[in-house]
């Protein structure tokens, strides 16, 4: 995460109930939700290696829940674009393009299948409307996720993501997509960290006035 949480926190006073953090990983995260007293936590990871590694990281003990799949905006099976050099974290359900040229010690070796699922076809099961933080790192797909969970986000209030302003992935979503998709649901863009030139990460606040985030 690019953007210091804790900063974010304290200056928009986040009432976090819970978060959905999508694209876990190793749960590197988790720790700081723990400092902050967040308990009701689900951890999205659909890399099988990587999904191991976040069952031995995360304790599920206190209401945190892990599930192995992908998110998007249908329910089927998909194949992803995986690579080791940077532990799997720039894996893609979409083809790498400038990613290519921009990292080229990361390289696409292998493809895996997962399971990818709709966040409102989950919410009724789990009762999303509790988690009102989104965490999100999905390698260009983010568009894809929003557009699955349509009406659970309603009852978000703030969501971290990455986002793109060039073409890393085969068709992946642009900033200017995100912004323009997340305003029909009263959010804007607060803050944004282009440390990766191409790619960088936002925080978007619901019912936030402040537009100058460039």
């Known amino acids: 995460m690019l953007l210091n949480f804790d900063y974010f926190k304290s200056l928009y006073k986040f009432d976090i109930r819970g978060i959905l953090h999508i694209g876990a990983h190793y749960g ?11 308990k009701d936590i689900i951890f999205f990871e659909p890399l099988k290696e990587n999904f191991k590694v976040l069952t031995q990281n ?23 674009y995986v690579e080791s050099a940077n532990q799997g ?3 893609s ?43 999100m790192d999905v390698q260009g797909y983010e ?24 073409m890393l992935y085969e068709n992946n979503a642009m900033v200017e997509e995100i912004d323009s ?13 282009w440390q990766g030139n191409t790619w960088g990460d936002a925080l978007y606040v619901k019912d936030e006035d402040d537009d100058d985030y460039e």
């Open 143 to 166: 568009l894809e996720v929003f557009r699955g969970g349509s009406k659970y986000l309603n009852h978000v209030d703030y969501i971290f993501t990455e986002v793109n302003r060039d």
């Open 181 to 193: 998709f997340l305003s029909e649901y009263g959010f804007s863009r607060v803050a944004t960290n």
């Open 58 to 80: 995360v304790s599920t003990e206190e209401g945190t829940i892990l599930i192995n799949k992908a998110l998007g905006n249908q329910t089927r099976k998909v194949e992803m």
């Open 28 to 38: 590197q995260e988790y720790e700081l939700y723990k400092r902050h007293n967040i």
């Open 93 to 135: 359900i979409l083809r790498p393009n400038l990613h290519l040229k921009q990292y080229p010690h990361i390289t696409f070796d292998e493809k895996e299948t997962v399971e990818m699922i709709r966040l409102d076809d989950l919410s009724p099961l789990l009762n999303l409307e509790k988690y009102n933080m989104i965490n």
């Open 89 to 91: 974290q720039s894996s």
